[in-house]
T-cell receptor
């Protein structure tokens, strides 16, 4: 157990809908990063939050947005869902810098 | 071109044998390098960090070649439990990890 929990574990949504995924970071960790892992691919960096501020973003469109709360938990929001958004969404928490990142078990999103 | 490239495999390895595979990365400014292990439909877990001097953790040896921009992983005395996908990971900056697509290893009895 990494101490990083994600909810829900599985989700089915319809194209065009919106979704919110949640991540509780490991106690004391102030940095949360989100990744998208499509089938057969490695995780792709979406964005990172450090102390409630966005601290870097990967090559994802603006309909992917996020939030980090004062307790360092985080949300990933995706608007106008597309079929290609179907993937495993992973969050990872750390103390920042090159500190080890601990991953949650992921949320498996299916868009139909 | 992908930032981190790996041979997807699968590498079919008899139990007890040695297997080795590499990955290449494109960002010469990258500072930190890792191997993660991912079991089917599970989250990635850190296997080991990779240093220029090379490092060993039990049956696992990792090596970094900065001049050629490649990272290697060698597994000795393979166990059935080593069957997994091994992800090569480069830290672009401050924990923003770039993953390869993974190398699948299948250890057979």
């Amino acid at each position: 157990e990494t101490g990083v929990t994600q909810s829900p574990t599985h989700l089915i949504k319809t194209r065009g809908q919106q979704v919110t995924l949640r991540c509780s970071s490991q106690s004391g960790h102030n940095t949360v990063s989100w990744y998208q892992q499509a089938l057969g691919q490695g995780p792709q960096f979406i964005f990172q939050y450090y102390r409630e501020e966005e601290n870097g973003r990967g090559n994802f469109p603006p309909r992917f947005s996020g939030l980090q709360f004062p307790n360092y938990s985080s949300e990933l929001n995706v608007n106008a869902l597309e079929l290609d958004d179907s993937a495993l969404y992973l969050c990872a928490s750390s103390l920042g810098g090159d500190d080890e990142a601990f991953f949650g078990q992921g949320t498996r999103l299916t868009v139909v | 071109r992908k930032e981190v490239e790996q041979d997807p495999g699968p590498f079919n390895v008899p139990e007890g044998a040695t297997v080795a595979f590499n990955c290449t990365y494109s960002n010469s400014a990258s500072q930190s390098f890792f191997w993660y292990r991912q079991d089917c439909r599970k989250e990635p877990k850190l296997l080991m960090s990779v240093y220029s001097s090379g490092n060993e953790d039990g049956r696992f040896t990792a090596q970094l070649n900065r001049a050629s921009q490649y990272i290697s992983l060698l597994i000795r005395d393979s166990k059935l439990s080593d069957s997994a996908t091994y992800l090569c990971v480069v830290d672009d900056s401050w924990g923003k990890l770039q993953f390869g697509a993974g190398t699948q290893v299948v250890v057979t009895p």
